[in-house]
């Protein structure tokens, strides 16, 4: 399992973006698809973003068209670019990695982090 640090959370007003980083210690970062998940107060985690190994990406409904998932396998970062927040989307947001071996996750190797705080309010 690799180790996982997310960064860029915070406060912003509604209508305002921000952009979540999620670097991994380790080698290989190129055969691990990531995805971003959140959990908003009270509720379950959900899955917010997901990007696979050479670039292919999913969102949730929620998330299409004001949320942008990236990854710079050179520096071992995903990125969640998030753009017209609302007060909704407040929730701690986490980054999870898995390796993947012909398509399929290998089992037992999925990591998260610890997650990073964001808070969409006026």
């Known amino acids: 399992q690799i180790p996982l640090v997310e960064s860029g959370g915070g406060l912003v007003q509604p209508g305002g973006s921000l952009r979540l980083s999620c670097v991994a210690s380790?080698?290989?970062?190129?055969?691990?698809?990531v995805d971003w998940y959140r959990q908003p107060p009270g509720k379950e985690r959900e899955l917010v973003a997901a990007?696979?190994?050479?670039?292919?990406?999913n969102y949730a409904d929620f998330a299409k068209g004001r949320f942008t998932i990236s990854r710079d396998d050179n520096k071992n970062r995903v990125y969640l670019e998030m753009n017209s927040l609302e007060p909704e989307d407040t929730a701690v947001y986490y980054c999870?990695?898995?390796?993947?071996?012909?398509?399929?996750?290998?089992?037992?190797?999925?990591?998260w982090g610890q997650g990073t705080q964001v808070t969409v309010s006026s």
């Open positions: 999870t990695a898995a390796p993947y071996r012909a398509g399929t996750e290998v089992p037992g190797f999925r990591s």
């Open positions: 380790g080698s290989m970062f190129k055969i691990y698809g």
């Open positions: 990007i696979a190994v050479g670039g292919g990406t």
